[in-house]
DNA sequence: CCGCTACTATTCGTATACGATTTCGTACTC
DNA sequence: GAGTACGAAATCGTATACGAATAGTAGCGG
């Protein structure tokens, strides 16, 4: 359950623009490298280039564009090394984001988690990437939902948007990391259920991003020899 | 030694607008809740008022402007909650890249980083806050100059820009936390030096971050009884 | 046939202009 | 005298317009 259903109308036209071209960059409609106009985008919005381009620009600092002066701004795309230093960002934000949250989280929190990985397990047969990259997502999205730390939160995000183009390929590509992240949710919910110490959670879900990075990074290295 | 030297010129007039503004924040000549007017700013840079509204709109990006909808722009100001927010951010990403930075560094580094540390301990008699503060933020740099990931880097540097409007208060009005922090940065250069275990560092990292916001909450809860 | 140069078309970057919204001051009423 | 309504000034938000830089293309010469 993303912001997306914001994107029509928000006040302002910049804001519009915002959150259409952003949309359309995270569901894949403009894959990396697409090349993205200015007059044409506020043709198709009906509106002029300069909330455009701000809107561009704001993307940019998100890292979701990238935009070369009088060259124009193209979709991101996510080379290897930029994937490392995004994956590395995101095990330490969302590390933090599950240890502040644990305290916060009560037991209907817990339940509704726990169904959502359920639901991921059950997913396992008949695998369907994108379904279970977004309940992978919603469930983290609900550890998070008391996350007392708006900042740390925000982060979290961007690094969730900045991966979208890669259409879960990990999950995709990876054989088992499925099956395995699924695993480490349960073992995470118990610690959180139990109470743990908030190191021991932090370290938990920081080890579960960086076993994806790392499983990325072994398959990675198979198919290059 | 920030980037202000940059300021001036950079090509495009929307850089230059970012770099100006941005400088005058930081180091104070816009105070927090100066309001910003963009026809004035616009002015007094000799440019139009596009390129200083996507400036201001980077600003906000990164923390230091609040913007509203048909007001206009200020300086942000830091709350004691933000204040929270920012220092735990910061200590988090600082952690990180200190422990990624680590075995990096070599022999040189840690020399002039010690030399920077001295200059603190010196510093400590006729104490100059606003002095102090630059030398910790050049020692910090040091040992950040190597750091693998720039993305964390980055985040380490908006939480800086993030703090500057405080003019180093912490160091000014919490008693005996200058003279700690030098201590603990001298504990962290031995750490680095003997090749200590990354978690090892980065608990030790995050701790030091962790110390200036925890004297500042004990400071605050004093003053307020 | 290949490489270089000049030209054209596209697109960005910024200036200017105008409508929309808010704020502040003033006058009027109770 | 206090509160409210109205109007003017200030400021933002966006559209339009034009200059600047770049990429693509055709033509020329080797």
Redesign the interface.
């Known amino acids: 359950m993303t912001d997306v259903t914001a994107a029509v109308s928000s006040?302002?036209k910049s804001q519009q623009a915002y959150a259409a071209v952003k949309a359309r960059i995270v569901d894949g409609a403009y894959p990396a490298g697409h090349r993205l106009v200015l007059a044409k985008i506020a043709h198709d919005l009906g509106v002029s280039v300069?909330p455009v381009?701000?809107a561009i620009?704001?993307l940019e600092?998100e890292g979701l564009v990238a935009f070369e002066?009088n060259i124009g701004a193209t979709v991101a795309g996510i080379d290897p090394t930029e994937y490392?230093?995004?994956m590395?960002?995101l095990s330490?934000?969302e590390g933090?984001a599950t240890a502040?949250s644990a305290p916060l989280i009560g037991p209907d929190d817990i339940a509704r988690a726990r169904a959502v990985n359920e639901e991921m397990r059950a997913c396992l047969e008949h695998f369907d990437p994108l379904r279970f990259t977004r309940l992978n997502q919603d469930f983290h999205a609900i550890l998070f939902e008391h996350c007392p730390?708006?900042?740390?939160l925000d982060?979290v995000h961007r690094g969730w948007n900045r991966l979208a183009s890669l259409r879960s390929s990990t999950f995709r590509f990876v054989p088992g990391r499925a099956r395995a992240s699924v695993g480490e949710h349960e073992g995470l919910l118990r610690l959180i259920e139990g109470a743990a110490d908030p190191d021991e959670i932090e370290r938990a879900a920081r080890a579960h991003r960086t076993a994806t990075l790392e499983a990325y990074l072994a398959h990675s290295a198979n198919d290059h020899r």
């Open positions: 006040g302002s300069v381009r701000e620009r704001r600092a002066r490392l230093y995004t590395q960002t330490l934000v933090a502040l730390n708006p900042h740390i982060l």
